[in-house]
């Protein structure tokens, strides 16, 4: 369940959201949808937040939730930064955290005790620093700074927007694996916590095995998902996502294809109408998965496509690069053709020692992108989104994430 009875009202809570981004008015619509239809979950409904830095997205796997206020969203206008542990029931606790008016990605969580207790950690970790209050009004993990202070108290008074309201997404195609895997997850959460009647000695000593352990799951884990970036091939995957736009027509049933996007090993292609109808691209896209944007003169369709792999996996802490690597990329950046820029490197966990950093760059020119990708290939290096533009010309964008050693 991701409901929540507050304020005398239901509530949607455990909602995943992304990051704030800024729209121009025009593709606002357009966005919404590229933007939800990329997640992994395939989300039936979805909350919008207006931040000071731009348009946030919450999205939601679950029917229930649709038509209801998100209460992350609210707390985000309540509050404008604030980091909120709430019990639900006897073992179940929600964690919600918003900075600048916008809810952090993955900051809006529900799970039992020991769950929420380790995700409170590195959201202190994160915000230290930040002068961000904590309130736990019933002093469920002990808190020494903590604030007395619950949801209904810190939301008391404000009026919520219509926009925060779930709103359902329609979709041709439904696709359940997410909704089992959040299934799993949720009833693996609420699991946890069976041993109560163990001796005060008997909990501690399995409470510190267990912390031992989720530590250690928690870097294996990391250190996969680290192997599986950069066993990418980030110059197969761009000259065969090239192959893939070549060999589509770029007009069909008279529309014409806008731009290409691909991310989390999709490509979603975007399509404007010129003088067919809606009955002729259905007819041309056939059993093909895409949605219509609100206004029908566009349209996305979603084509699924894995990133290109190695053929043998490297082991990771040789690939990594260290201080004096990133000067040289900076140096070989510098030369490359096109735009491109490497921002400041941050540690992708606690406790674990590497950092990534966003590479991005542009070029209207194919040749000079792969290129590039080829000169970037043996680098610690994992492409996270490709877009292609259409109009004169063709303007291909690239961004990946670096990956170092800590200093």
């Known amino acids: 369940m991701t409901t929540h009875r507050f304020c005398n009202e239901e509530m949607a809570i455990n909602i995943t959201w992304l990051a704030p981004v800024l729209w121009s008015t025009p593709s606002r619509e357009r966005r919404k949808i590229r933007e939800l239809m990329s997640l992994p979950l395939n989300p039936v409904g979805y909350a919008e937040l207006e931040t000071s830095v731009g348009y946030q997205l919450g999205a939601t796997p679950d029917h229930n939730d649709v038509g209801l206020i998100s209460a992350g969203a609210l707390l985000a206008q309540a509050q404008r930064s604030a980091v909120l542990v709430q019990q639900l029931d006897e073992d ?196 093909g998965e895409y949605q219509f944007f609100e206004d029908a003169t566009s349209l996305v369709e979603k084509i699924e496509f894995p990133a290109t792999v190695r053929a043998q996996a490297d082991d990771v802490e040789t690939r990594l690069a260290n201080a004096s690597d990133r000067l040289q990329l900076l140096d070989t950046l510098s030369a490359l053709p096109g735009q491109w820029s490497l921002k400041p490197a941050r540690p992708i966990g606690d406790d674990y020692p590497v950092t990534r950093a966003q590479l991005s760059g542009n070029s209207n020119q194919l040749h000079e992108m792969i290129a590039t990708a080829v000169s970037l290939k043996d680098l610690p290096l994992k492409v996270s989104r490709i877009t292609v533009r259409l109009g004169d010309s063709f303007q291909w964008e690239l961004e990946g994430d670096y990956f170092a050693k800590s200093d």
Not at 198 to 212: I, P
Not at 224 to 243: P, V
Not at 258 to 278: A, C, F, K, M, P
């Open 92 to 287: 179940r606790f929600w964690l919600c955290t918003v900075e600048d008016g916008a809810v952090f990605p993955a900051g809006d969580l529900v799970g039992n005790r020991e769950f929420i207790a380790e995700r409170l950690r590195e959201i202190r970790s994160d915000i230290a620093g930040k002068n961000i209050p904590l309130f736990d009004k019933s002093a469920s993990f002990a808190i020494e700074d903590a604030l007395p202070s619950d949801f209904d108290d810190l939301v008391n008074g404000v009026k919520p927007t219509s926009d925060i309201s779930c709103k359902p997404i329609t979709s041709k195609k439904v696709n359940k694996t997410g909704l089992i895997a959040i299934s799993i997850g949720l009833i693996t959460c609420l699991s946890i916590g069976t041993w109560q009647y163990f001796s005060y000695m008997e909990k501690a000593q399995a409470q510190h095995m267990q912390n031992q352990q989720a530590t250690q799951n928690a870097h294996n884990q990391k250190r996969l998902a680290l192997q599986r970036s950069l066993n990418q091939n980030s110059s197969a995957l761009l000259a065969t996502i090239a192959d893939k736009i070549f060999d589509r027509p770029l007009r069909a049933a008279g529309w014409r294809v806008h731009s290409y996007e691909w991310q989390n090993d999709v490509i979603l292609v975007t399509w404007h109408r010129n003088h067919g109808s809606i009955s002729d691209i259905k007819k041309y896209l056939a059993e």
